[in-house]
Structures are given as structure tokens and as C-alpha cells.
């Protein structure tokens, strides 16, 4: 019997982007992992893809909104083990402060749905572990640098 290849890191890149109301952009995935789960829009980085160009590209895919990556807000690892203790999945994920420039929020590529969500409604919600943390730490960063959505989104 082979043993099964090791589970290596995979590297991501996602967006955190506020409207003018204060409001996060929110995406449910349409297919796992965390298929029922609410998160900023982001995937994998393509071999000799820049990070930030992966945040803006991956927005663009799931919410039909341009975006201008600003700043690296944080790195998250997700990492998952089994009840055995193996481990089943390891992501490091690159969130970047974002700043719509275009477009209109339509769900996309691998998102079921889409939306803005006010800081009252992100308790309500089913959202990936830590990330409560990153949309805060994303919100200030967007207060110090002035940043609003512009144009208004649609």
C-alpha cells in the first residue's frame, strides 16, 4: 500500500474592500472548501503571479468589481486536521486592503453569492474562522488611509 503524497502549503490572495457606507464585500463559495461559509473573495496565486495582482484578479472573478490592491493587510494560515490529527489542508492566505475602482457587484466564477455587509449584519452570518479579525484590521487601515469606494458601487 503507497502512502498518500504529504499535504503541502498552497498559497492564496484575497481582497478586503469597504463601499462608502462602511459596508465588507462578502462572497459564499459555490464549491468547497467552505462551500456554506461567507469570506472576502480570494484563491490561488498562479505560478509567477504577484500576489496583490492575484487579490485584484480574484475579486474581479468572483464580484465583477475592478479593484486596486493597496496593502497587505495580514497572512493567515488555514489549516485543517483530521480526528486522527493528519493534516488535511494548509493555506496561506494573503489579505490585501482593496479599493473598488468599477463594475457592478454580480456573484461569479466560483461564488454562489455576493454581497455588502454592514459590521451589525457579520454577526449573523457564518463567515471563516479569523476572519472577524481580518475585516477589522483591514477597516482601520482604510480609515487611516481615507479610502472609500469610488465610484459609488452598483
Known amino acids: 500500500m503507497s502512502a498518500s503524497a504529504p ?3 498552497v498559497v492564496a490572495a484575497a481582497g478586503v474592500a469597504f ?4 459596508r465588507v464585500l462578502l462572497v459564499r463559495r459555490g464549491r468547497p472548501p467552505n462551500q456554506q461559509v461567507w469570506s472576502v473573495p480570494g484563491g490561488r496565486i498562479e505560478p509567477g503571479e504577484p500576489a496583490a495582482d492575484a487579490a485584484v484578479r480574484e475579486v474581479a472573478e468572483e464580484t465583477g468589481l475592478a479593484v486596486r490592491a493597496v ?12 480526528d486522527d490529527g493528519a493534516l488535511q489542508v494548509h493555506y496561506v492566505i494573503l489579505d490585501y486592503l482593496v479599493e473598488v475602482i468599477d463594475g457592478a457587484l454580480v456573484a461569479g466564477d466560483d461564488a454562489a453569492e455576493a454581497g455588502w455587509f454592514a459590521p ?3 454577526a449573523r452570518l457564518s463567515v ?3 476572519l472577524h479579525q481580518v475585516i477589522e484590521r483591514a477597516r482601520e487601515m482604510a480609515r487611516e488611509r481615507g479610502l472609500a469606494t469610488r465610484p459609488r458601487v452598483r
Open 7 to 9: 499535504v503541502r502549503p
Open 128 to 130: 471563516t474562522a479569523g
Open 120 to 122: 451589525d449584519q457579520l
Open 19 to 22: 463601499d462608502q457606507d462602511g
Open 71 to 82: 496593502e497587505l493587510v495580514t497572512a493567515v494560515d488555514w489549516i485543517e486536521r483530521g
